[in-house]
């Protein structure tokens, strides 16, 4: 009998951080040492990550879609959302939806039209508040004195690492509360269910506080009574750089040419 093997460049541990939660709006956060994995998961839904400081596997392309002329200005005001309806259904953890409920504090509520994506990013994960499936591109205490988020559906897609569908949500020129510097990032869901985070200038100019995520959440969860669907990237850690993409994804992370098998 043949020996049966496997090459995966693939952490299947995340360890979650075990520290206090930030206490709230205007609060200093609580730092996380250490850095995140390239690759993470699966979660127990299925759920992998890969970033693209990956050299191996399937990283995503850093390619930002900048819709702050062409898309349409949501408006959203300082800790206030707002709902959008997608022209195609975005399947997350298992279930379709076209309602978005997009937060002013960087982050997606999924398939719901109530509920709030507040200040004080809940870290570590899972987050039981807002009781909501959460894609959180960079959940922090966003403010609304320049810039704006937007959204714009398309068909096809215009980032190389979606196939056909998808829709693109922009955090623009946004500062941290009180009115910090600024940053802009997006993030982009692809109706096959893939999940792009991009990150054009995340820097407020305070590294002691709020740069780089360090006072941020980053990642995705199914509502809280599904306690083992979630998968963190980062909480509270400086890690966020400029020019970094990171895909969520239930598709593989590594090519089937990087696995070795041997079959009885």
Not at 9 to 17: D, T
Not at 61 to 74: C, F, K, P, R
């Amino acid at each position: 009998m043949r020996k049966v093997c496997l090459f995966v460049a693939l952490s299947l541990v995340l360890a979650v951080p075990s520290f206090a939660e930030d206490p709230g709006k205007g609060e200093p956060s609580v730092p996380n040492p250490g850095a995140p994995e390239a690759t993470g998961g699966p979660d127990g839904f299925g759920y992998q990550f890969i970033d693209n400081n990956e050299t191996t596997g399937l990283p995503p392309t850093y390619s930002l879609v900048d819709i702050s002329t062409t898309g349409t200005a949501l408006g959203i005001g300082d800790d206030e959302e707002t709902n959008v309806t997608l022209p195609f259904a975005f399947p997350f953890y298992g279930v379709g939806t076209n309602m978005i409920r997009v937060g002013n504090n960087g982050g997606l509520l999924v398939g719901v039209t109530t509920g709030d994506l507040w200040a004080g990013n809940t870290c570590p994960q899972p987050v039981t508040s807002p009781d909501a499936p959460l894609i959180m591109a960079f959940w922090d205490d966003m403010d609304d004195e320049t810039g704006n988020v937007y959204w714009q559906a398309f068909n096809p897609c215009p980032h190389p690492d979606c196939d056909s569908q998808c829709a693109v949500f922009e955090w623009y020129d946004r500062p941290h509360y009180s009115n910090t510097g600024s940053a802009t990032f997006e993030a982009i869901l692809c109706d096959n269910g893939d999940i792009l985070f991009q990150y054009a200038d995340v820097v407020f100019g305070d590294p002691a506080n709020m740069d780089n995520g360090f006072s941020a959440t980053v990642g995705i969860e199914d509502e809280g009574q599904n306690a083992a669907y979630f998968l963190p990237y980062s909480c509270n850690q400086a890690v966020i750089t400029d020019g970094l993409a990171i895909k969520y994804t239930l598709g593989p992370i590594i090519p089937v040419e990087l696995q070795s098998f041997n079959i009885d």
